[in-house]
């Protein structure tokens, strides 16, 4: 992972689960509204352990960078 969200305690929790068969969704929003609807759509789907958090603004100068390992090819 790039940047965890979690820490050591809840790794280990995921990584028990995922052992056991479950699956872990990662969902990206742009804002509250979406937050809500993934929410609400995980909650649709009978998903447990919903969570969210925020995350820092990235600076338009890093948004045209590419990611490491994705640079151009010659």
Known sequence: MAKA???LVEAKQYEGKIKEGN???SAHS???D???RAKD???HAH???ISYTGEED???TDKSRP???FGHRS
């Open 67 to 69: 990611a490491a390992g």
């Open 58 to 60: 990235v600076p338009d």
């Open 34 to 36: 979406e937050v809500r």
């Open 23 to 25: 699956i872990l969704i």
């Open 30 to 32: 742009e804002n509250g």
């Open 5 to 7: 969200v979690f820490g």
């Open 47 to 49: 998903a447990h352990d």
């Open 41 to 43: 759509i995980f909650e």
